[in-house]
């Protein structure tokens, strides 16, 4: 037997003691122990706190990306080495993909979020806020990372998914992590940490695990610090009323097990592709994991006219569901995480039948292939028919974490919506209907009771990743007894660890600190053509300030038929009454082509091209006889990766375009950006 180990403090520690006894799942054979005795807790945050965080903290988002996308190479490389390990929690080659290659997946999605960031260690949010008349005092949005560590309390199901998911996102911001998976499954988590600290990939004390209990970490945790917490929404409430979350104000994102529900539309009758895709997506949400998934679906809503072929279709389609050993062929459902996991849902399932029948599968008449039933944590799928749902509500309240499911009939779609949102809140709900108003009337009437909610049809059936999968760039959470919390979510998710500061001062003062050209900061207008400089040698506020163009009544003519755009106000100047115009106004285009015109140095240099326009801006009619000119100034600079030996070393610049008229008013706004080769290719 193994003695499954902690890494602590940069050094892999066997926990002192007997420790608790870890089992396969399949055969009920103990495979080793795991303890955290002896380890202190303190002590691994401070060193997280002062090892792992500075070091990350020094990173720019792209290089924190970049470590993210080689840590995701690297373990999609070796992926092979977990299945075996993951088939011992009880899981079936379907089930172990969801967590191992799922779970690197997720870094993979995090590390591409890297381009959404600047190239600092830090992140500017949103746009500048004027704060004074004359736009000498400004105001701006500045998230710098957390000073504290990550601490994410997992659960059994997903040893792996649940830790990669988690720290992808604060390692992306900048943030330090102590990963303490349940214990019951922690021998695969412990296996993976170990591929992540052999590749030497991330800073040393930028994650941490704690196989064994970690029973009174929270007495550790400090201001700056993050908890994150997933498993049962009674252990969740404990943990969030610790004295110690409240003292420090210590965020507590929680995500709890919860009565997710799929819904059948009543346009999706039997001989529909729509009725068959529902009986899929809820047989499949039975059995993957065993059902062990806190998006599982526990409640089928039908119409009750439907009830019937509801439970005949989806009864032939779970007696097709072979349970046993994953390692045999043909298995299509494993065993549940162990023999305490076992207990508990037979419990469930037993209060559940006092007020509703059981109409397929047994407690204890099933057969499993190639593994003994009672030595193995194995149970059959069992599912419930619920004939009054509104006043025998056990299955609204009782959650069975395996593959138990009840059919709850509805009369229309408001009976539908109310019954939804009778599971108190949920992480997901999903609904199967190709009719667009019972679509739009159920989300907008359940959304306030679910974190997801998918809706599914024949239209995007092929590609759908179906309703128990969360991913990565939409949050993960949901309101009342899913714990009110939010993961993932793409850039949302990266935010959470990130501290939101508002800053004020001169635009000069701002520049400087965003590194963004902010409106009225002093620019820099000496040197050659910002067109002439390599990507190192540009400077944030570097401007070009262009010649003049007197706008011609010609130019508005030959711009109309060169573009085909011949709008009234352009064209006719017996047309504009009752307009904003006073007479034929240049077109915008023209005024963006013409700044280009205006501000390009024709001759070959280190812009490579032109990458595209942001937030383009008509502010002032522009009429024949006035003249425009161009403010041309460097707002900002995000540097690009190569993405082999032969490509160009190479960088996106970001410039503002101001184009103003004889007054000095701003007539036209607009972002460009340019692509500017590097000096240094190397």
């Known amino acids: 037997m193994k003695n499954y180990k902690n890494y602590a403090l940069g050094s892999w520690v066997k926990g002192d003691g007997e420790g608790t006894a870890l089992y396969n799942s399949i055969s009920g054979n103990q495979i080793g122990t795991a303890s955290s005795k002896g380890l202190d ?36 490389s070796v992926k092979n080495k977990f299945y075996a390990l993951s088939a011992e929690t009880g899981a079936t080659k379907i089930d172990s993909w969801i967590d191992i290659e799922g779970g690197i997946g997720n870094v993979f999605a995090n590390a591409s979020l890297r381009k959404n960031f600047p190239d600092l260690p830090y992140h500017i949010e949103g746009d500048m806020a004027q704060l004074s008349k004359n736009g000498s005092f400004i105001g701006h949005h500045i998230m710098t990372p957390k000073e504290g560590v990550a601490v994410h309390i997992n659960a059994f199901n997903f040893p ?21 998976p349940a214990t019951l499954t922690s021998f695969l988590t412990e296996h993976m940490v170990r591929e992540i600290v052999d590749s030497g990939i991330l800073p040393e004390g930028s994650l941490q695990l704690i196989c064994g209990s970690a029973r009174g970490i929270i007495d550790s945790v400090e201001t700056g610090d993050i908890v994150t917490f997933t498993g049962s929404a009674d252990t969740g409430k404990m943990l969030k009323s610790h004295p110690r979350l409240i003292d420090k104000a210590v965020p507590f994102n929680m995500e709890a097990d919860s009565l997710n529900c799929s819904v059948l539309g009543t346009d999706a009758v039997p001989g529909t592709i729509e009725f068959d895709l529902f009986i899929k997506e809820v047989q499949k949400e039975m059995t993957v994991k065993a059902g062990q998934k806190c998006t599982a679906v526990r409640r089928i809503i039908v119409p009750e006219i439907l009830v019937e072929d509801v439970q005949i279709a989806l009864g032939k389609r779970l007696s097709k569901t072979t ?10 459902m494993g065993s549940l995480a162990g023999d305490e996991q076992k207990m508990e849902v037979r419990e469930k399932v037993k209060k559940l039948s006092k007020s509703q029948e059981i109409v397929f599968g047994s407690l204890d008449n099933f057969d499993v292939v190639g593994a003994d039933k009672d030595k193995g944590a194995f149970i059959s799928p069992i599912l419930f028919l619920n004939d009054d749902p509104f006043n025998k509500i056990d299955c609204h309240n009782i959650e069975a974490f395996g593959p138990v499911s009840t059919i709850i009939p509805y009369k229309n779609i408001e009976e539908a919506i109310e019954l939804a949102k009778m599971g108190k809140g949920s992480l997901v709900c999903s609904i199967i209907t190709n009719d667009m108003k019972i679509a739009e009337q159920f989300v907008l009437g359940a959304a306030s009771m679910h974190g997801r909610i998918l809706v599914l049809n024949e239209a995007c059936s092929k590609e759908s990743t179906g309703h128990g999968s969360p991913m990565p760039l939409l949050t993960h959470g949901g309101p009342g007894r899913a714990g009110g919390g939010e993961e993932m979510g793409g850039i949302r998710g990266i935010k959470h660890y990130l501290q939101r500061t508002a800053i004020q001062g001169h635009p000069t003062t701002i520049t400087a600190i965003t590194k963004q050209y902010q409106v009225g900061a002093s620019q820099n207008t000496d040197g050659p053509h910002v067109f002439r400089k390599h990507f190192e040698e540009i400077k944030i506020g570097d401007t070009v300030i262009t010649d003049r163009h007197l706008v011609t009544l010609d130019n508005i003519e030959d711009f109309a038929e060169l573009s085909g755009d011949k709008f009234y106000a352009h064209m006719d100047e017996n047309a504009l009454e009752g307009t904003i115009f006073t007479e034929r106004v240049a077109h915008g285009y023209f005024i963006m082509s013409k700044a280009a015109g205006l501000f390009v140095d024709a001759e070959k240099g280190p ?8 937030e383009c801006r008509f502010t002032k009619p522009v009429y024949p006889g006035m003249s425009v000119g161009v403010r041309f100034t460097v707002k900002e ?30 007539v036209m706004m607009a972002t460009i950006l340019t692509m500017v080769r590097k000096l240094n290719q190397k």
């Open 160 to 180: 792996i998914w649940g830790m990669l998911e988690k720290i992808a996102v604060n390692l992306m911001a900048g943030v330090p992590a102590i990963v303490k």
């Open 41 to 76: 807790f303190a002590e691994m945050m401070n060193y997280a706190r002062k090892t792992g965080g500075p070091a990350l903290r020094k990173m720019t988002f792209q290089e924190r990306g970049l470590m993210l996308k080689a840590l995701a190479l690297h373990l999609h």
């Open 323 to 332: 349970i046993g050993n994953p390692s045999v062929d043909g298995v299509r």
């Open 607 to 614: 812009v490579l091209l032109n990458y595209g326009i942001d």
């Open 637 to 666: 600079k995000i540097s690009q990766e190569k993405r082999d030996e032969e490509d160009i070393a190479k960088g996106i610049v970001k410039f503002l375009v101001d184009v103003y008229d004889d007054d000095g008013e701003t």
